[in-house]
C-alpha cells in the first residue's frame, strides 16, 4: 500500500517563483527521498533525509522533515521551466524497500 | 551511483502474448527491484530480484504473471506473461547500492501498451 501522501497533486507556477510539495507517511521511518520525473522515463534521485536530521538542502533544493507530524516538505527556489516534472516522496523504512507516494505534477510556466 | 538501461524502450504487444524486460547495470550489486507505474499513477514495486534464489514478490504481484530472473550482480530480466490491456504501464528497474534502504538508481523505464 502507499505511505507517502503528496500534495498538492498539480501545482503550476511561474518561472523564478518558488514551488513548495508536501509529503506525509504513516509508519516509523529510517530516511525519506525525493525524486523527480520527467516525461514517465525513470526517476532521478534529488536528495535524501535521515530521520534524525530536520533540514537539508541541495542547491536550489530544500527539504524539511517532521517525524511528530509523519510530513516533509521539498521545497524548490527560483524555478525554471527545466523543472517541470512529477515529484514524488519515498520512505525508507527498517527493510531495504522504498514506498512511494501518489506524487506532484509541478508545472513551471516560462 | 549506478548507470542502468533497460530494454526495450518502449513496446505495443498484443493481448495474450508475453513480453521480457532487461536490465544492465553498469556494477555489480546486492539489491534489484522491479517497479510498476500504472498510466497517471505512483510506483509500485513488483518484487526484489535475487541473484541466485528465487525473486521475492509483493502482495498482489504472483510468479507466474511476473516470472523475474537474476542470472549474476549486474543484469535481470522481468517478464509479463498472458498480457491484457491492464498490464500497459512503465515498468522500471532499480538498484540500491547500500542493502539499508537508502538511496535506488533508476533505469529508464519500458513502457508498454497493450492492445
Known amino acids: 500500500s502507499q505511505q507517502g501522501e503528496e500534495d498538492p497533486q498539480a501545482l503550476s507556477i511561474q518561472e523564478g517563483e518558488n514551488a513548495t510539495m508536501n509529503c506525509s507517511y504513516k509508519?516509523?521511518?529510517?530516511?525519506l527521498q525525493w525524486y523527480r520525473q520527467n516525461s514517465g522515463r525513470g526517476l532521478v534521485h534529488l536528495i535524501l533525509?535521515?530521520?534524525?536530521?530536520r533540514e537539508k538542502h541541495s542547491g536550489r533544493l530544500r527539504v524539511t522533515l517532521d517525524t511528530s507530524k509523519k510530513s516533509s516538505s521539498l521545497l524548490i527556489t527560483a524555478s525554471r521551466a527545466a523543472d517541470t516534472a512529477s515529484y514524488f516522496c519515498?520512505?525508507?523504512?527498517?527493510?531495504?524497500?522504498?514506498?512511494f507516494g501518489k506524487g506532484t505534477l509541478l508545472t513551471v510556466n516560462p | 551511483s549506478a548507470v542502468i538501461s533497460q530494454k526495450p524502450s518502449r513496446d505495443i504487444c498484443q493481448r495474450g502474448t508475453s513480453l521480457t524486460i532487461q536490465c544492465q547495470v553498469d556494477?555489480?550489486?546486492?539489491?534489484m527491484f522491479w517497479y510498476r507505474q500504472q498510466p497517471g499513477q505512483s510506483l509500485t514495486l513488483i518484487a526484489t530480484?535475487?541473484?541466485?534464489?528465487?525473486?521475492?514478490?509483493e502482495s498482489g504481484f504472483v510468479i507466474d504473471k511476473f516470472p523475474i530472473s537474476r542470472p549474476n550482480l549486474t543484469f535481470s530480466t522481468l517478464t509479463v506473461s498472458n498480457m491484457s490491456p491492464e498490464d500497459s504501464s512503465i515498468y522500471l528497474c532499480?538498484?540500491?547500492?547500500?542493502?539499508?534502504?537508502?538511496?535506488?538508481?533508476f533505469g529508464p523505464g519500458t513502457r508498454l501498451l497493450v492492445l
Open positions: 530480484a535475487n541473484q541466485g534464489s528465487e525473486a521475492t514478490y
Open positions: 556494477s555489480q550489486v546486492t539489491m
Open positions: 509508519t516509523s521511518i529510517n530516511n
Open positions: 519515498a520512505t525508507g523504512g527498517s527493510n531495504y524497500k522504498l514506498t
Open positions: 532499480s538498484v540500491e547500492l547500500t542493502g539499508g534502504g537508502e538511496t535506488q538508481y
Open positions: 533525509i535521515r530521520s534524525n536530521e
